[in-house]
């Protein structure tokens, strides 16, 4: 004897092997054993065999019209066996009857199951609307099998080209494009990326770099919402100074100046003077809103997207020729050994006498030039005791280092002479070394007054945001610890506060500092233990990651982009480690198959292969090791 029964919505026959009230023992036809209730059992048979009854039923069941069938069903609920009695006039067999019943249940659009092989016909109306979805589904599926073979041979429909974008950011994996277009990507083996850009959704590379990073962080554009400006800070007094600020052609946030003053032969006191849009950027305001978004400004090749609207940095950057209030640390200190005697905090008004610019000056500012009396030096007087006291502030750093700082690698400045969004736009690479003699006087300055500020914080109680590095980690938090590389005892981001937010929030607290004293910790923007400091700490270093991942992705986009325009076929390269080498011609590090086991800093002679625009990834071969130099 054998049994048509139901298993997790599959039908199975099988032989009984032995049988009780409630449950049954049967035997498959390769002899496995298994125990099913009794409640699960459509009905019982002696022929044919059980896999022959379910290829004959199912072949039956095939052949039925559900049509047919739907029409001659009693309109109220009924057993599936008695049906088939009515079905075909006359006792079925259990072939026929296993078929009525695969019949029915194969067909769920026109009969609804109500139990154990029962089964109730589909009102009319409700027939009718599910016959109509499953013609709209069976549609869709044709036209999203159709999309796919279109981009499987190369061809980009148009409901995909509308939304390309979103593909590759926040695709809706429920709609129809994107399981077309997740089809084409697995059957020709790609990435989306690829697929796209080979069915030219972009016109090359560069676009969908740069539109992918803009869906993901800017969906609304980079623009800013109107917003008011406020004019804070023009009762503030006029600061005596002769200050000039030092940047790139390219920048227009203009964050900081400096000024000297001589006071005898081996003291000066150093103005170091930072741009105060704390002062109309209140905690919890608009504009404070827009810049917590963004965090930072976004630099990369011939671009920039910015922090804060445009308004606010042309009324706070520190332009020259017009006055601008300003946060300025006055520190009076030793030349001969950079002691610092005394410092002052002063909230003010400047008027910067010139915007110097490195491209214009690096060339004559030299060392040797800074170092003799008698050589030629545009502003000498300004810049020949900053200079001074800039190495002794560096050697006292040293000391607490306990070694030199390294700053002799050279960095590459990206300039495009074309629109930043073609990708045949000339880019030329400016070499400028770290150690350059600008460079480390501002950025001696911009150290000083970081460490000063966050000890004036850290004095009064104000909580700020400091950057520490212990025991060689690198992090952020709200305690003033010692950053070891930099050798200061406490170190907050404060000099840039246009451009970074951290920055700015320093602003704020140091303004309350440097008026209430004290005091300062009961009024300052944020009040000791404030959590909210740690969700920015959180907020910032994520969104700076992001902006220096897509930074890191622009260089090396343009760099691969210069590599040809060179027509190099032939580079150096230094080694780095294993199969790691840095371009001894540009900002860029990749990896050689192939590279022979050699000492970190060897050099390399490898032939260029190509370039992969969208991977970012250079194919180089190993040549020959470099000679020695003489």
């Given at each position: 004897m054998y049994v048509l029964y139901e298993e997790s919505g599959n039908f199975k026959a099988e032989k009984i092997?032995?049988?009780?009230e409630s449950s049954l023992q049967v035997e498959s036809e390769s002899g496995k054993r298994s125990k099913i209730k009794a409640a699960t059992v459509l009905f019982q048979f002696e022929q044919p065999a059980p896999a022959q009854l379910l290829a004959q039923a199912r072949e039956q069941a095939a052949k039925m019209e559900v049509d047919f069938l739907w029409e001659c069903a009693p309109q109220e609920e009924f057993e599936a066996a008695t049906f088939a009695q009515d079905y075909y006039g006359r006792p079925p067999d259990a072939v026929e009857k296993a078929a009525v019943i695969f019949a029915l249940n194969d067909a769920p659009a026109y009969f609804h199951r109500r139990g154990k092989g029962r089964y109730r016909p589909a009102p009319p109306d409700i027939l009718a609307a599910a016959l109509a979805a499953i013609e709209k589904k069976r549609k869709q599926a044709e036209q999203q099998q159709e999309w796919t073979q279109q981009m499987v041979q190369g061809k980009l429909p148009e409901a995909i080209a509308e939304v390309a974008q979103s593909l590759l950011v926040r695709p809706d994996k429920n709609s129809m494009q994107?399981?077309?277009?997740?089809?084409?990507?697995?059957?020709?083996?790609?990435?989306?990326?690829?697929?796209l850009l080979r069915l030219g959704a972009w016109?090359?590379?560069?676009?969908?770099?740069?539109?992918?990073?803009?869906?993901s962080n800017f969906p609304k554009g980079t623009g800013f919402p109107a917003v008011e400006?406020?004019?804070?800070?023009?009762?503030?007094?006029?600061?005596?100074?002769e200050a000039y600020s030092v940047d790139d052609s390219s920048t227009s946030e203009i964050d900081d100046a400096l000024s000297v003053r001589q006071i005898d032969a081996d003291t000066v006191q150093v103005g170091i003077h930072i741009a105060a849009p704390g002062l109309a950027i209140l905690r919890g305001g608009e504009l404070d809103n827009i810049a917590r978004e963004r965090m930072s400004t976004v630099y990369f090749p011939g671009e920039k997207i910015t922090m804060l609207p445009d308004a606010l940095i042309a009324r706070y950057s520190l332009d020259a020729g017009s006055p601008r209030p300003a946060l300025s640390l006055y520190v009076t200190a030793r030349l001969s050994d950079g002691e610092v005697l005394q410092h002052e905090t002063r909230i003010e008004r400047i008027q910067v006498a010139q915007n110097l610019r490195h491209d214009e000056l690096d060339?004559?500012?030299?060392?040797?030039?800074?170092?003799?009396?008698?050589?030629a030096l545009p502003h000498a007087?300004?810049?020949?005791?900053?200079?001074?006291?800039?190495?002794?502030?560096?050697?006292?750093?040293?000391?607490?280092?306990?070694?030199?700082?390294?700053?002799?690698?050279?960095?590459?400045?990206?300039?495009?002479?074309?629109?930043?969004?073609?990708?045949?736009?000339?880019?030329q690479l400016v070499p400028r070394r770290r150690n350059a003699p600008l460079d480390r006087l501002v950025a001696e300055y911009m150290i000083l007054a970081n460490n000063l500020w966050g000890g004036l914080l850290a004095q009064h109680g104000v909580p700020g945001?400091?950057?520490?590095?212990?025991?060689?980690?690198?992090?952020?938090?709200?305690?003033?610890?010692?950053?070891?590389?930099?050798?200061?005892p406490q170190y907050a981001w404060s000099t840039s506060p246009l451009r970074r937010y951290v920055d700015l929030v320093n602003q704020w607290q140091i303004l309350a500092a440097a008026e209430h004293g004290v005091s300062a910790r009961l009024v300052a923007p944020f009040k000791p233990r404030d959590a909210d400091l740690l969700a920015i700490i959180g907020a910032f270093d994520s969104q700076y990651a992001t902006w220096n991942e897509f930074q890191n992705a622009m260089e090396r986009y343009w760099c691969l982009r210069w590599l040809q325009q060179q027509g190099l076929r032939r580079v150096q390269a230094a080694v780095l480690r294993d199969d790691l080498v840095r371009l001894a011609c540009a900002p860029f590090v990749t990896r050689v198959a192939g590279l022979p086991e050699l000492e970190r800093g060897q050099i390399v002679?490898?032939?260029?292969?190509?370039?992969?625009?969208?991977?970012?990834e250079l194919d180089c071969r190993y040549l020959e090791l470099a000679p020695a130099a003489a």
């Open positions: 092997f032995s049988q009780g994107w399981k077309a277009f997740d089809a084409a990507v697995e059957q020709t083996h790609s990435t989306p990326e690829r697929l016109p090359h590379a560069l676009a969908l770099h740069r539109q992918r990073f803009l869906a400006i406020p004019a804070a800070g023009d009762e503030l007094p006029l600061a005596e100074v060339g004559a500012i030299t060392e040797a030039a800074l170092d003799d009396p008698d050589a007087q300004w810049l020949r005791p900053l200079w001074r006291l800039a190495l002794a502030l560096s050697a006292r750093r040293d000391a607490v280092r306990g070694k030199p700082e390294n700053n002799n690698r050279v960095e590459y400045s990206f300039r495009l002479d074309g629109p930043p969004t073609d990708p045949d736009t000339p880019v945001i400091y950057r520490s590095q212990q025991a060689g980690r690198v992090r952020m938090s709200t305690q003033a610890l010692p950053h070891e590389a930099i050798g200061v002679t490898l032939e260029i292969m190509g370039c992969d625009e969208l991977a970012l």
